[in-house]
């Protein structure tokens, strides 16, 4: 069993940065990749960005050159800085680590870019 918890969502202007935080739990020993996803309303969740135990990062076309994931492995922790917010950014960003047959989800964080 692997917990997420992500913390560090909120209300930001537009151009405005934010730091996202997801703690993991559990059977963490089994964790290769971490993923950053979002799900804005009445769309599909999709990916932001992941990254491997290693370092290997991989970014959705729409965070490449604004946001940043990055890991501490001993910390157990995953981070998604986010710069040059908009509009459309905004989304519940949820935490993700697939391991084996199964996926792991936190419970998300709500990130709002508005004026």
């Known amino acids: 069993q692997v917990q997420l918890v992500e913390s560090g969502g909120g209300l930001v202007q537009p151009g405005g940065s934010l730091r996202l935080s997801c703690a993991a739990s559990g059977s963490i020993f089994s964790i290769n990749v971490m993923g950053w996803y979002r799900q804005a309303p009445g769309k599909q969740r999709e990916l932001v960005a992941s990254i491997t135990k290693g370092g290997r990062t991989n970014y959705a076309d729409s965070a490449k050159g604004r946001f940043t994931i990055s890991r501490d492995n001993a910390k157990n922790r995953v981070y998604l800085q986010m710069n040059s917010l908009k509009p459309e950014d905004t989304a519940v960003y949820y935490c993700?680590?697939?391991?084996?047959?199964?996926?792991?989800w936190g419970q998300g964080t709500q990130v709002t870019v508005s004026s």
């Open positions: 993700n680590a697939p391991v084996a047959l199964r996926v792991y």
